[in-house]
């Protein structure tokens, strides 16, 4: 008859503990430091004069490593208290965790290699949110980590409501009547969602590929000539202003064809369902995608849209939610091609009412150019010197400026795209540049909110908003102070009064 | 800009954190903090000193990286030493709000029931003056987490269990 364990008191991992530890600290810092480590084999001089001093300072700082190990060991200690699970750890850093029970999501047993050899298990505890607040106990044997678990989730049980919104199980949703379908993209639409998508990354593979090229061009080029091909080029490319906006056009068109293609092909054949737990989204052609909105875990709602999607009725919806599950990885969802009608129905179907037209808004300050004055001296001369050394100082000046002026407008426009809007259950953010986006985050789905003042800021009274959710987090730059004051009372006054689940 | 037409609740019924009185963090912190200043300014002034003494470079440079470092250690004081006192706290029943900074002033809120789980450590330097920190976590990204350094044990406690009972309470 197994010793039952008595977890109300401190107990301490196996002693297997120790190694594990060692073991797992011993190959992080070898990984980190491996260069050190092959100095003896690099540097003659390290080989046989100083071989001993190497050799001994290894073995002292091996001997530290075994006792921290040690005493780590020695002072991890977890215990249940009345409400949570505790946890002592830390040998310089003394550290007590508690964790609530109520918190615990998800409690689960896992085994590393280092464990498997050693014949431990870890037990890992999950709270809501990122990786920060997962917990894990690195060494227990089978029997006490079973143990413990069977305890922690007898607890469990007795404290959770039985409750439909904290199942964590997807339930299979269908009903008898056919699934409504929100949005079926047909090729037409599929079209003008290509033509207006944002045409930046394309023109970022085109620089890879062609980059990627030229190494291999060069190669070649010096196997069969003796002159170097960037020589080659340098003599032969004209310069003047014509052939650089040439080659600017050129670049711009191939990376909008090749954007249009890849998001086509992304999105081919999107179609939105509407389920009992939230909607079901599929698309793709090469690669298919299925995914699942659950409208317990939406967190963030986005739409975003420019004036050559606003021509096609036609918008990008980004769904943000977070998950308890072991993953614990925030899923952003992106759908394309939703014209109003259609984000309205996901918005009432997500968040279980209408948008509201009426916000107290709080609009970004134009001072805000000032910071952001620096990023536009910043690409200005990242473009404007590299054409001055290569081609030609004039076609650099000219250049240099038009880069300037269009970054300093694109500057101003994200200025004036920027505010907070705020009502009793929702607040808004808007954002953007040549792109327009809306963010909707309901008010009881807020997990802190913080508002930072520079002092800079001060002497005008601005002040930057920082509101925290489960699906990250959303900055509003230079804001009048009191007006951020107002959204955090009034947001914070909300999140107390509904009683709603934010999960 | 519109009214609060849609709000059912008058303005002034609403609690402004601004109007509650905040406690400062335990004094003997700031004597933390002058050491680890110390410390930090004495390993720069080591490390420019020998850079400057075996690496050959030209004199511009080094006057650049000397002045760099004295502009980095004036703002790090004004920081620390002019901003000591905006660190505080405040424990409302429903929320705990932390301010803390100087060039650059932050104000958080948040409240228990977002809270997921709460930690007390203690590194060597504050365990010599008997002084906590205290760590909240919350579901959002670890920039939302809420950590408040240079309580001494009672206070630190306190707020653990005011927050673990409001947890439990829910």
């Given at each position: 008859m197994s010793e039952e364990l008595?977890?109300?008191?401190?107990?301490?991992?196996?002693f297997k503990g120790v190694f594990v530890l060692f073991i797992t600290d011993l190959l992080k810092n070898v990984r980190q430091n491996f260069i050190v480590l092959l100095l003896p084999f690099v540097n003659e001089k390290i080989r046989t004069d100083y071989l001993w001093i190497f050799l001994l300072i290894l073995s002292s700082l091996l001997l530290f490593q075994f006792i921290y190990s040690y005493k780590s060991y020695l002072n991890y200690q977890f215990y249940i208290k009345k409400d949570a699970l505790c946890l002592d750890h830390g040998v310089f850093k003394k550290s007590n965790l508690e964790i609530p029970f109520y918190r615990i999501q998800n409690i689960s047993i896992e085994q590393n290699i280092i464990q498997r050899i050693l014949g431990v298990v870890g037990l890992k505890i999950d709270t809501a949110g990122a990786k920060s607040s997962e917990v894990r106990i690195k060494a227990l044997s089978e029997m006490m980590a079973n143990d413990l678990k069977r305890e922690l989730v007898e607890i469990k049980k007795t404290i959770d409501v039985p409750d439909e919104t904290k199942k964590n199980t997807t339930v299979s949703t269908n009903q008898g009547t056919e699934p409504e379908h929100v949005l079926k993209l047909g090729f037409s639409q599929l079209l003008k969602v290509g033509i207006s998508s944002n045409f930046f990354?394309?023109?970022?593979?085109?620089?890879?590929?062609?980059?990627?090229?030229?190494?291999?061009?060069?190669?070649?080029f010096n196997v069969f000539y003796d002159d170097d091909l960037n020589d080659e080029l340098y003599r032969s490319i004209p310069k003047t202003l014509s052939f650089t906006l040439f080659m600017i056009f050129f670049i711009l068109i191939t990376g909008f064809i090749i954007t249009m293609a890849s998001v086509m092909f992304k999105y081919f054949n999107l179609s939105i369902l509407n389920r009992k737990e939230g909607f079901q989204v599929n698309y793709g052609l090469l690669k298919k995608e299925n995914k699942f909105i659950k409208r317990q875990k939406t967190q963030i709602i986005e739409r975003e849209t420019n004036p050559i999607k606003k021509f096609f009725d036609t918008s990008n919806v980004y769904v943000s939610q977070a998950s308890s599950s072991r993953?614990?990885?925030?899923?952003?969802?992106?759908?394309?091609?939703?014209?109003?009608?259609?984000?309205?129905k996901i918005f009432q179907t997500l968040f279980k009412t209408d948008i509201d037209k009426q916000f107290y808004v709080a609009r970004t300050d134009i001072r805000y150019l000032i910071r952001s004055f620096w990023f536009q001296v910043l690409m200005t001369l990242l473009f404007g010197l590299p054409i001055y050394f290569f081609i030609d100082p004039v076609v650099a000046f000219v250049i240099g400026s038009i880069v300037f002026i269009a970054v300093g407008m694109i500057n101003y426009l994200t200025v004036i795209k920027s505010y907070v809007g705020y009502d009793a259950l929702f607040l808004k953010i808007g954002s953007g540049s040549i792109h327009t986006k809306s963010s909707y985050i309901p008010t009881h789905k807020v997990q802190s909110i913080s508002v930072r003042q520079s002092i800079l800021q001060r002497s005008s009274d601005l002040s930057d908003?920082?509101?925290?959710t489960a699906a990250g987090s959303k900055k509003i730059n230079f804001i009048p102070y009191d007006k951020a004051i107002t959204i955090m009372n009034n947001t914070n006054y909300n999140l107390h009064q509904t009683k709603e689940e934010w999960m | 800009m519109s009214d609060f037409s849609n709000l059912s609740v008058k303005l002034e019924n609403i609690p402004d954190?601004?109007?509650?009185?905040?406690?400062?963090?335990?004094?003997k912190f700031r004597r933390i903090l002058s050491i680890r200043y110390s410390i930090a300014l004495?390993?720069?002034?080591?490390?420019?000193?020998?850079l400057i003494y075996y690496v050959s470079l030209p004199l511009w440079s080094y006057s650049l990286m000397i002045f760099v470092t004295l502009t980095i250690f004036v703002l790090i004081y004004l920081e620390f030493f002019?901003?000591?006192?905006?660190?505080?706290?405040?424990?409302?029943?429903?929320d705990i709000i932390y301010q803390i900074g100087f060039l650059v002033k932050k104000e958080t809120i948040v409240p228990f029931n977002r809270i997921q789980h709460i930690e007390v450590t203690q590194s060597l330097l504050l365990r010599k003056f008997n002084l906590y920190s205290l760590l909240i976590y919350t579901a959002g990204e670890s920039s939302g987490?809420?950590?408040?350094?240079?309580?001494?044990?009672?206070?630190?406690?306190?707020?653990?269990?005011?927050?673990?009972?409001?947890?439990?309470d829910e």
């Open positions: 008595n977890f109300r008191s401190p107990q301490r991992q196996s990354k394309g023109i970022g593979i085109i620089f890879l590929v062609l980059t990627s090229t030229y190494d291999m061009l060069s190669d070649l993953v614990n990885q925030k899923q952003k969802i992106g759908i394309v091609g939703v014209n109003d009608q259609q984000f309205h908003l920082i509101i925290n | 954190f601004k109007s509650i009185e905040l406690t400062p963090i335990h004094p004495i390993l720069s002034a080591l490390v420019l000193s020998t002019e901003g000591f006192p905006n660190r505080k706290f405040g424990i409302r029943e429903l987490d809420l950590k408040i350094a240079g309580l001494d044990h009672h206070t630190a406690q306190k707020i653990k269990s005011k927050v673990l009972q409001e947890i439990e």
